[in-house]
């Protein structure tokens, strides 16, 4: 590619907003929305989220935050704390292809920005965000794992940047440089990991990064046009990237080849939750009746593990953990990874008895696919073994918007009345006459 990363993908994002999404596509950024919304409604419980609320200064006529009622701050600091609300969840979207989280990034800068515009331009401007942030993470997967980068984190600037374009109605050269002044906000460590409560600033500082860099390319400030290129690959890849900015994605657009979440933890449990419940169900399996489980999965989600539980968000990283919930609780829903449950001794039991491996064939179709296989043994001499290819969310076994909404109402239960959840999940419908994108997003705030 003769262009430069920053231009070309200045020249995608003004691409998307300018093009004719179809019913589809618009549908299914509806539904990620909506999704995230519902994961907001989760995040925010966090102590740390609200220390870093209690640090923004508030604004009159500022944005709302989840949680915070009739509070307001600025645009920046709204898109910061959708960010880190969406991201500590663990129950958020995601892309395979670029091992990341779009929501947890495009989402908040559409909150942030959405007073005054339409559906149409919002539309554009989450799809636009999602391509620009997944070509980006994807130019690095599995590598910028692997050398340590958390890729949500490092492209997260880039992908608000985009989304923040968009809805500013940014031109090509003021798109360009929003793109390379977001550069200069990149960071995350997968280190953050173990220390979960706090990991979420990376991304959502990374947020409120991208966004003052629209606003400042906004404002007829320049950054280097090859910073992509000359700073940010070689800074956390060591090389050209292996996979091309411009090489076509698996879907026409990323947010259509990104998965949505049927229960929290990381999602590389997932795979082998799906497997499990699978054989559980087809064999009648009950926890007495097992003897050993083996699970073969590819080697990312076994080097993310989190071994030593000491809260919730270790056990979102857990493989043992998520298997033994599923069989002794009988589900791995949010209140599955609560602490009270890491003191049962039948839990503590069956982590025991769980292997996790890496299994060549499901290594060898990751990222592509991401697969698992278990096995378990009984007591009676059975070798039950199955194997899922897509869990649960993908797009190639996707999750029905029905289930979408369920998961908004149970999460939103806490802040908002009955029918002000039911009047927020209305964004799905494409045929109705649109209320208000900023009003919305101000009620998922609740006044409770």
């Given at each position: 590619m003769s262009v430069g990363g920053a231009p070309y993908l200045a020249r995608l994002t003004l691409q998307i907003a300018s093009s004719s999404l179809s019913d589809e596509c618009r549908a299914t950024a509806r539904q990620h929305l909506l999704d995230a919304l519902a994961c907001a409604s989760i995040g925010c419980r966090l102590a740390a989220f609200r220390g870093l609320a209690a640090l923004c200064g508030g604004l009159e006529?500022?944005?709302?935050?989840?949680?915070?009622?009739?509070?307001?701050?600025?645009?920046a600091d709204a898109g910061m704390l959708w960010a880190y609300a969406i991201n500590a969840s663990v129950f958020e979207d995601g892309s395979r292809e670029g091992a990341c989280h779009p929501a947890a990034v495009v989402i908040p800068a559409v909150i942030a920005l959405s007073r005054g515009r339409g559906w149409d331009i919002i539309d554009k401007a989450?799809?636009?965000?999602?391509?620009?942030?997944?070509?980006?993470?994807?130019?690095?997967?599995?590598?910028?794992?692997?050398?340590?980068?958390?890729?949500?984190?490092?492209?997260?600037?880039?992908?608000?940047?985009?989304?923040?374009?968009?809805?500013?109605?940014?031109?090509?050269?003021?798109?360009?440089?929003?793109?390379?002044?977001?550069?200069?906000?990149?960071?995350?460590?997968?280190?953050?990991?173990?220390?979960?409560?706090?990991?979420?600033?990376?991304?959502?500082?990374?947020?409120?990064?991208?966004?003052?860099?629209?606003?400042?390319?906004?404002?007829?400030?320049?950054?280097?046009?090859?910073?992509?290129?000359?700073?940010?690959?070689?800074?956390?890849?060591?090389?050209?990237?292996?996979?091309?900015?411009?090489?076509?994605?698996?879907?026409?657009?990323?947010?259509?080849?990104?998965?949505?979440?049927?229960?929290p933890g990381c999602r590389h449990l997932h795979p082998a939750i799906d497997a499990f419940a699978q054989l559980e169900q087809a064999h009648q399996i009950s926890l007495a009746q097992i003897k050993a489980i083996r699970?073969?999965?590819?080697?990312?989600?076994?080097?993310?593990?989190?071994?030593?539980?000491?809260n919730r968000g270790d056990a979102y990283f857990n493989l043992p953990y998520a298997l033994a919930a599923r069989a002794v609780l009988g589900n791995n829903n949010y209140d599955a990874f609560a602490e009270r449950h890491f003191a049962d001794a039948r839990l503590l039991g069956l982590m025991k008895k769980i292997e996790v491996r890496i299994d060549p064939e499901i290594e060898r179709r990751y990222p592509k696919q991401r697969g698992a296989r278990v096995e378990v043994d009984t007591i009676d001499g059975r070798s039950l073994a199955g194997i899922v290819e897509h869990p649960l969310g993908e797009p190639e076994n996707p999750l029905p918007p029905a289930f979408t909404r369920a998961k908004f109402r149970e999460a939103a239960g806490a802040f908002l009345a009955e029918d002000e959840m039911e009047r927020v999940a209305g964004l799905l419908d494409l045929t109705g006459p649109p209320e208000a994108a900023a009003n919305l997003f101000a009620a998922v705030c609740g006044s409770r």
């Open positions: 006529n500022g944005y709302a935050w989840p949680g915070g009622g009739q509070e307001r701050v600025g645009a989450v799809v636009a965000g999602y391509d620009v942030m997944v070509r980006l993470a994807r130019c690095g997967n599995p590598q910028f794992s692997r050398r340590g980068f958390h890729p949500t984190a490092i492209v997260a600037p880039f992908g608000a940047a985009a989304t923040a374009a968009v809805l500013l109605g940014h031109d090509p050269l003021t798109t360009q440089n929003a793109l390379s002044i977001a550069a200069l906000g990149s960071s995350g460590l997968m280190a953050a990991f173990k220390s979960g409560p706090t990991q979420p600033l990376q991304v959502a500082w990374g947020v409120r990064n991208g966004l003052t860099a629209a606003f400042l390319a906004g404002g007829g400030h320049e950054g280097y046009g090859r910073i992509i290129e000359d700073g940010f690959f070689p800074a956390y890849l060591g090389h050209d990237p292996l996979v091309p900015l411009h090489q076509p994605l698996e879907y026409e657009y990323a947010v259509l080849g990104s998965y949505l979440k049927a229960y699970v073969g999965t590819y080697r990312i989600a076994v080097e993310t593990e989190i071994h030593d539980l000491k």
